[in-house]
């Protein structure tokens, strides 16, 4: 059966602004940017952990009828597409600061919770992004 999740996708309205978010704010690292032809397969990963991708996928064909891709762009703009994210991390503080420093901007500051240290934040297209530092 399974042995791993190798890839997550979440939808995203512009790849290069994407790109510029995800790896120039956030510190991922481009694992794959190949143009299929009908679509661009373009993933990043944290660096050092290329066996975990996410697919920065914009939505259209031929996944999606492009009415269908039409209505969860529309979806995406609202920030209604239910795509998420969670990272660790070793210091969730510290980190907060280094991407406030960067210009992200933040939905929640870094809070104790029960399992640790997190906080929140949402990429350009509305996906909803958390980061921890588990206890």
């Not at 190798?6 to 704010?25: M, P």
């Not at 269908?68 to 503080?93: H, N």
């Not at 280094?98 to 297209?125: A, H, M, S, W």
């Given at each position: 059966m399974f042995n791993a999740i190798t890839h997550s996708q979440i939808y995203v309205l512009?790849?290069?602004e994407a790109l510029d978010f995800y790896v120039g704010k956030l510190g991922l690292e481009v694992n794959a940017d190949v143009d299929l032809g009908f679509m661009r397969w373009l993933t990043v990963n944290v660096p050092g952990h290329p066996d975990r991708q996410i697919l920065l996928e914009k939505?259209?064909?031929p996944a999606l009828s492009e009415e269908t891709a039409q209505q969860v762009r529309?979806?995406?703009?609202?920030g209604a597409?239910?795509?998420s994210l969670i990272f660790?991390?070793?210091d969730?503080?510290?980190t907060y600061e280094t991407l406030l420093g960067r210009g992200v901007e933040f939905t929640e500051e870094p809070t104790e919770r029960p399992y640790g240290i997190d906080c929140g934040l949402r990429d350009?297209?509305?996906?909803?992004?958390r980061f921890t530092q588990p206890v």
């Amino acid at each position: 059966m399974f042995n791993a999740i190798t890839h997550s996708q979440i939808y995203v309205l512009d790849q290069d602004e994407a790109l510029d978010f995800y790896v120039g704010k956030l510190g991922l690292e481009v694992n794959a940017d190949v143009d299929l032809g009908f679509m661009r397969w373009l993933t990043v990963n944290v660096p050092g952990h290329p066996d975990r991708q996410i697919l920065l996928e914009k939505p259209g064909p031929p996944a999606l009828s492009e009415e269908t891709a039409q209505q969860v762009r529309e979806l995406v703009t609202k920030g209604a597409t239910g795509g998420s994210l969670i990272f660790s991390t070793d210091d969730c503080r510290k980190t907060y600061e280094t991407l406030l420093g960067r210009g992200v901007e933040f939905t929640e500051e870094p809070t104790e919770r029960p399992y640790g240290i997190d906080c929140g934040l949402r990429d350009p297209f509305g996906n909803n992004i958390r980061f921890t530092q588990p206890v």
